[in-house]
Antibody, heavy 124, light 107 residues
Framework: QVQLQESGPGLVQPSETLSLTCTVS??????????WDWIRQPPGKGLEWIGS???????YYTPSLKSRLTISGDTSKNQFSLNLSSMTAADTAIYYC????????????????WGQGSLVTVSS | DIQMTQSPSSLSASVGDRVTITCRAS??????LSWYQQRPGKAPKLLIY???TLQSGIPSRFSGGGSGTDFTLTITSLQLEDFATYHC?????????FGQGTRLEIK
């Protein structure tokens, strides 16, 4: 049973960069059926997909954050990371890492495993 | 971006009821549609993918339907643990997008 765990600061100063890491256990990031994603949820609001990392080294970003965002991974450590620069109060949210699963039989990507979430508050 | 719109935004029901939540996409997503359940303070949990395929371990009282732009999530015989928020999500094109959520409350 795969498990994902986010780690990083709970408080970020405005204009600074958020760095979060997701550690994957119980499964390999090198499995070709999986992408590794970040999703966030502002308090009391809906879910927003941020971006994905694939073991080949490719990353995919939501356009609204692309200029501030870097998602990378280290498959030898079974970890992937998010860096979001120029943080503002609008970036205050619970940040989830998740596994996106697709395969030949069911090519429709779906988030089948999630971390518990990491609340990040942007405030001075 | 593909916009996903759920209705209703909130819903009151009783244990044992049957409820249906609707999700509409701004353009066709064929069957690239998933449903998630989120309990307060918890991460979302995958219920349905490919519009109608039940995720392993999910009770059969949950079912999904639809294709193209219109989708439904139906829960038959509501149990106490089903009162939560439900989200639809399209994975047809990047950026993946979610509906705004439907909060299912006890009447």
């Amino acid at each position: 049973q795969v498990q994902l765990q986010e780690s990083g600061p709970g408080l970020v100063q405005p204009s600074e960069t958020l760095s979060l890491t997701c550690t994957v256990s119980g499964g390999s990031m090198r499995n070709s059926n999986y992408y590794w994603d970040w999703i966030r949820q502002p308090p009391g609001k809906g879910l927003e997909w941020i971006g994905s990392f694939y073991h080949s080294g490719s990353s995919y970003y939501t356009p609204s954050l692309k200029s501030r965002l870097t998602i990378s991974g280290d498959t030898s450590k079974n970890q992937f990371s998010l860096n979001l620069s120029s943080m503002t109060a609008a970036d205050t949210a619970i940040y989830y890492c998740a596994r996106s699963h697709r395969n030949v039989a069911a090519p429709q990507p779906r988030f089948d495993s999630w971390g518990q979430g990491s609340l990040v508050t942007v405030s001075s | 971006d593909i916009q996903m719109t759920q209705s209703p935004s909130s819903l009151s029901a009783s244990v044992g009821d049957r409820v249906t939540i609707t999700c509409r996409a701004s353009q066709s997503v064929t069957n690239y549609l998933s449903w998630y359940q989120q309990r307060p303070g918890k991460a979302p949990k995958l219920l349905i993918y490919a519009a109608s395929t039940l995720q392993s371990g999910i009770p059969s009282r949950f079912s999904g339907g639809g294709s193209g732009t219109d989708f439904t999530l139906t829960i038959t015989s509501l149990q106490l643990e089903d009162f939560a928020t439900y989200h639809c999500q399209q994975s047809y094109s990047v950026p993946y997008t979610f509906g705004q959520g439907t909060r299912l409350e006890i009447k």
